[in-house]
């Protein structure tokens, strides 16, 4: 059971409605430490951050939000998907955490492209970022810097041809809801170890359901987007503490993009987390709080 959840909404720059939670498990007597902003990866769901929401929510402020056309926001009034349009809403959003908090800027928690989406935000408002914690995801595209992605105009002509492959997926949208909610995907997940046996069934089972859920074009274009990506530019311009969390098995995050953002960062603490792959917030959860909660007990993060 998660802490008493409030849902609020605020506006994108194309007039799309972002919907953010905030997650209230704290006595009312008990001062919060940090806000912890919370920006999903693509088609993840909010039972993924379960964990941490559990391990803060009764001494931090808990906030998540959903990208347009993800959970509660709606899709994008302007078919606007761009990464850099992701980090405009979450600009947005953090604006309307602060202007109820009173700040300071919060700790931005990002998982997979919400890694990518985090650092854009800090590349156009560094004031709304206190930290980053960067959670099993790449500042650029997935596996730009491997071959033969990083082969000189490959990775342009791979975008393209997703682009191109939109109809046909939303065609089958049908058909891969109707196999995400059969009793298949987990043991099929399991068996392409798309998440590892660390990942509890339920876990995996409410994520595909929740992505059935997803308005099926924000998804493809998120994704197509996502394929365009580049942040690491960003990565030696980034002046405050970061936490930098991989996981050792992760299919779709090479561990050569991990390090990328351990040597780029200047001021970031790295922790790779064994037996566990891209799931890892449902597979290494309490470890994964763990290491948080180490990273900003170490750091005063509050006036």
């Given at each position: 059971m998660y802490p008493k959840r409030t849902t609020r909404f605020v506006s994108g720059r194309d007039g799309t409605s972002i919907a953010w939670h905030a997650h209230d498990g704290k006595p009312k007597a008990t001062?919060?430490?940090?806000?912890?902003?919370?920006?999903?990866?693509?088609?993840?769901?909010?039972g993924f951050w379960r964990h941490l929401v559990h391990a803060f929510a009764h001494d931090n402020l808990v906030m998540h939000w959903d990208y347009r056309g993800h959970g509660q926001s709606a899709p994008a009034t302007t078919g606007d998907y761009s990464i850099r349009t992701h980090a405009d809403d979450l600009a947005r959003v953090t604006e309307a955490v602060l202007e109820q908090t009173g700040g300071p800027a919060p700790v931005h928690?990002?998982?997979?492209?919400?890694v990518t989406v985090a650092l854009e935000l800090y590349r156009a408002r560094p004031d709304l970022v206190g930290s980053l914690i960067l959670l099993g995801g790449p500042a650029d595209a997935p596996y730009a810097s491997s071959f033969p992605l990083r082969l000189p105009g490959v990775l342009p002509l791979v975008r393209k041809a997703l682009a191109l492959l939109e109809p046909m997926a939303l065609m089958g949208a049908p058909a891969f809801h109707a196999l995400a909610t059969s009793r298949l995907a987990y043991p099929i997940a399991r068996t392409l170890r798309i998440v590892e046996p660390t990942a509890p069934r339920e876990d995996i089972e409410g994520m595909a359901l929740a992505l059935t859920r997803m308005d099926a074009r924000a998804f493809w274009s998120s994704m197509v987007s996502l394929m365009g990506?580049?942040?690491?530019?960003?990565?030696p311009t980034v002046r405050v503490p970061t936490l930098v969390i991989g996981a050792a098995h992760d299919k779709f995050v090479p561990k050569k993009q991990i390090r990328q953002l351990e040597t780029l960062l200047p001021?970031?603490?790295?922790?790779?987390?064994?037996?566990?792959?891209?799931?890892?917030?449902?597979?290494?959860?309490?470890?994964?709080?763990?290491?948080?909660?180490?990273?900003?007990?170490?750091?005063?993060?509050?006036s």
């Open positions: 001062a919060p430490r940090s806000t912890l902003l919370l920006t999903n990866g693509l088609g993840t769901s909010e928690v990002g998982f997979s492209m919400g990506a580049h942040a690491s530019d960003v990565l001021d970031a603490r790295s922790l790779m987390i064994e037996r566990a792959g891209h799931g890892i917030l449902v597979e290494a959860g309490p470890e994964v709080a763990a290491a948080i909660r180490r990273f900003l007990e170490s750091r005063p993060l509050v």
